[in-house]
């Protein structure tokens, strides 16, 4: 009889019950990635495209409910748990008898972070932008002033509601703004 070599993932790894961590456990379920209430633009881009890519897989392999745990354990879980230093935390989480397909997409978007911190390079720098003019929207003339001043800029600059107009050449407005 033939045995049915099953996908052993590389670089996923088993939930481990933490220290001291008291609540629901997932033993079954390896580890994806996680974010905190003050998880940075970066985190939250790569939770969110790895959490789409994730269901995407999911749902183009669903059978029989176990997309939504309807028969069984859910194959893709966002544990949530509230923590004394961050407020709030979230673990996503891969069963370890999903199908293939999604332990296989699971394994490959925590091999690419090992490798390179972005999963989605348009996607972070879309949130970077936003966050940039979000900023110099609401800090005031003032504060615009004094962030033109440090980066040699015309303080003139400060009256334009878009910060790309005072923008300079090596960026370093952008860096000020998104507190690099």
Not at 33 to 40: K, V
Not at 50 to 78: C, F, R, S, W, Y
């Amino acid at each position: 009889m033939d045995t049915i070599e099953r996908y052993v993932p590389t670089h996923l790894n088993l939930w481990k019950l933490p220290k001291y961590c008291v609540g629901e456990t997932f033993e079954n379920y390896y580890v994806v990635m996680g974010r905190h209430r003050d998880s940075d633009l970066l985190d939250e881009s790569n939770w969110e495209r790895a959490e789409t890519m994730l269901t995407d897989v999911l749902l183009a392999h669903a059978t029989n409910g176990q997309a939504a745990g309807e028969d069984g354990p859910e194959m893709l879980k966002i544990a949530r748990a509230s923590h004394w230093a961050v407020g709030w935390c979230e673990t996503m989480l891969v069963h370890k008898d999903a199908p293939e397909a999604l332990l296989r997409e699971a394994d490959k978007i925590v091999c690419a972070l090992a490798n390179y911190p972005v999963l989605d390079e348009s996607d972070f720098c879309q949130r970077e932008e936003e966050a940039a003019q979000s900023w110099w929207a609401e800090c005031g003339t003032h504060n615009r002033i004094l962030m033109l001043k440090q980066c040699g800029l015309s303080i003139f600059a400060a009256k334009h509601r878009h910060y790309a107009a005072a923008a300079d050449d090596n960026g370093r407005l952008r860096e000020i703004l998104l507190g690099n």
